[in-house]
């Protein structure tokens, strides 16, 4: 059995406002309200996403 890494991401600011594509990025992630939080697997590819919209949330 192997260990995967995680990472929990924490929406802390509106994406009202923000570009189209952020606000997709938020979703794709898979959040939805303020203080939503999602554990995602730790890839590039999430990587990428979360440095996109850093503004927006909090990698707890």
């Not at 600011?13 to 992630?29: F, K, N, Q």
């Amino acid at each position: 059995m192997s260990d995967k890494k995680t990472l929990t991401v924490k929406l802390v600011r509106s994406p009202i406002g923000c570009r189209a594509s952020h606000r997709a990025t938020v979703t794709g992630l898979g959040l939805r309200k303020l203080n939503s939080t999602r554990t995602l697997e730790d890839t590039p590819a999430v990587r990428g996403m979360i440095n996109k919209i850093a503004y927006l949330v909090q990698v707890l």
